[in-house]
């Protein structure tokens, strides 16, 4: 510990949590402009075909686990 010294083990230690945290800020904004376009998506009076095949998933998914 004595070879590299408080200085570079504190940058170290910022350094990642600097890393980690712009990480997450950045995948949490991919998260939300996902879930604004399947609202967006959703509320539109013509859906489409994305979202329609993606609702049929679901279904056949529900369904699947509704079968005893």
């Known amino acids: 510990m ?5 200085a570079a083990v504190l940058g170290l230690i ?3 949590m600097w890393g980690i ?3 997450l800020a950045i995948l949490y904004s991919i998260y ?3 879930y604004r376009k399947g ?3 959703s509320l539109a ?3 489409s075909k994305r979202y329609l095949g993606a609702l ?3 279904e056949t998914k529900k369904e ?4 005893p």
Not at 2 to 6: M, R
């Open 39 to 41: 609202v967006e998506e």
């Open 56 to 58: 049929e998933k679901i």
């Open 45 to 47: 009076e013509r859906k």
């Open 14 to 16: 910022f350094g990642f």
């Open 21 to 23: 945290g712009c990480s």
């Open 32 to 34: 939300l402009g996902g």
């Open 2 to 6: 004595n070879a590299f010294g408080p």
């Open 64 to 67: 699947r686990a509704a079968l």
